[in-house]
């Protein structure tokens, strides 16, 4: 305990001086243990170093759930080097983010799941939005711990995890990659991804300039936070704030493990719900009155495959779900639909789960439709002033029923690399299966070109506009597989 009381007399002078602490990792996680951290004061490491444009290099890395992940890549630079409560340094954007109407061309990475403008935060205990301390992007606002332990050196095993990110001429990308949580915890890891964009970028759906992406969420809790076993405790928020007390949004505050979530102000909720999922929004200039409908749906991340003469089939059942929720308290949301499938083929229903949460469940029945690609547009309005409007494009390829049958064919032995791609992409099916034809498609499902594919097949995509495409495999006029694939 002297130990600690000598840091902590130390870090009270130097930081009301000079506003900056020096520590080593040890004796900050001692203090924070002990409650004795000053979250007004920058603590600076002695014995860790933060990396200097230090490049992913394990190979890529796929969801095969929800494609709205950016796999990563050689592209991808570490943000921080393995540590508790640190952030980056300031990093210039080439675009112009708007942040309900402030424009911002820098950012700081933040280790505890969130980006911000202002100022980099340490703090690791989250609060509920909205909050005026705070100006933040949370995609999960939580106790992360990317140090994964240490040797009997003293040396850190970095096996906890790490931050990457990557900046586009339109996009910046950052993923926290099978995080672990605080006090050097990796018995569970969480995966989770935050787009941000001038607004044009098509990582983001619908015309967006946010997109939070998960993979699998394993944890909410740090040790600092009251929470055992990466449970309990204080909740790990999700959501938006400026920190002007008006213009934010909460999506939830995830608790426990399971997947109950009725919305962003009841019952804390379970942080399996957000396993593969998206959530895509627009905070380009909203007025800070009413901000959009928010969808959150596995369903968003890409191609949906239902076969001829079957019902799209999710979780046991006909229905694939769709969450809709309103930010603000009190209002009344209707959905439309459009779609070029056949009548019928498409439907759903609404049901009220709180006040602000509602769930869609959506069904498409290929019985009797033609194979190939269809497309549903869902726009949910609600009734506040203005009018918040938020439209989403499905994508569903009808596959003939007895595609699934060919041989041993699996959809995931397709090998579809590097994506993303520059000008050239290489396509690789299993040696069993040759004389394929394999099609490209916009988004639209109009086919650009095709090629016959044996084993292996180069295909140059340089006379194509950045964006997304769908590559199509096919045999004996049957649909072998689909895959998504972004052009730069």
């Not at 540590?83 to 983010?97: A, C, E, M, R, V």
């Not at 759906?205 to 809790?221: H, P």
Request: some cysteine; charged content about 10%.
């Amino acid at each position: 305990m002297k130990k600690i009381l000598y840091i902590v007399l130390f870090s009270a002078s130097v930081a009301y001086g000079q506003n900056t602490v020096t520590v080593t990792q040890v004796e900050y996680q001692e203090m924070k243990q002990a409650g004795l951290i000053n979250q007004n004061a920058n603590y600076s490491f002695s014995d860790l170093a933060f990396p200097s444009n230090i490049k992913y290099t394990g190979g890529i890395e796929k969801n095969g759930t929800c494609d709205c992940i950016v796999p990563l890549d050689s592209t991808f630079s570490l943000a921080m080097s393995p540590n508790d409560d640190g952030s980056s340094g300031l990093i210039n954007l080439p675009f112009t983010f708007d942040f309900y109407g402030n424009q911002y061309n820098s950012v700081y990475i933040n280790n505890n799941g969130n980006i911000s403008f202002v100022s980099p935060y340490m703090t690791w205990t989250s609060n509920s939005f909205p909050d005026s301390s705070y100006n933040m992007i949370a995609p999960f606002w939580g106790d992360v711990d990317t140090r994964g332990g240490m040797d009997t050196l003293g040396n850190l095993l970095g096996n906890g995890g790490n931050v990457w990110y990557k900046v586009t001429p339109t996009a910046l990308i950052i993923n926290w990659n099978q995080v672990g949580y605080f006090n050097m915890h990796n018995d569970l890891v969480s995966t989770f991804q935050l787009i941000i964009s001038n607004g044009s970028d098509s990582l983001v759906s619908a015309g967006g300039n946010v997109s939070f992406c998960y993979q699998d969420m394993q944890w909410t809790t740090g040790d600092a936070s009251s929470g055992i076993g990466g449970f309990g405790g204080t909740p790990a928020t999700v959501g938006v704030n400026v920190g002007n007390g008006s213009d934010y949004f909460q999506v939830g505050q995830f608790v426990q493990s399971g997947i109950s979530f009725d919305g962003p102000t009841n019952n804390f909720d379970g942080v399996d719900f957000l396993d593969g999922q998206e959530i895509y929004f627009n905070v380009a200039g909203i007025s800070a009155t009413n901000t959009p409908p928010l969808l959150i749906s596995s369903a968003l991340c890409d191609t949906i495959n239902v076969l001829t003469g079957d019902t799209l089939k999710s979780m046991n059942s006909s229905d694939f779900i769709i969450g809709i929720m309103t930010p603000e308290i009190g209002q009344n949301i209707q959905i439309s639909t459009n779609s070029d499938a056949p009548a019928g083929a498409f439907s759903y229903s609404m049901t009220p789960i709180s006040d602000q949460y509602y769930e869609i469940q959506a069904s498409f029945n290929a019985t009797g439709v033609t194979p190939g690609i269809y497309h549903v547009s869902l726009t949910a309005t609600d009734n506040g002033t203005p009018v918040g409007v938020t439209t989403k494009n499905f994508v569903f390829e009808v596959i003939y029923e007895n595609s699934a049958n060919i041989g041993e064919f699996n959809n995931s032995e397709i090998k579809i690399y590097p994506n993303p791609t520059n000008d050239f992409v290489t396509i690789q099916v299993p040696k069993n299966f040759e004389n394929n034809q394999v099609e490209i498609l916009d988004l639209s499902g109009k086919i650009l070109f095709s090629k016959t594919l044996s084993e292996s097949a180069l295909l140059d995509l340089s006379l194509l506009s950045a964006g997304t495409y769908f590559i199509r495999i096919i045999q004996d006029q049957q649909v072998l597989g689909i895959n998504r694939i972004i052009k730069r």
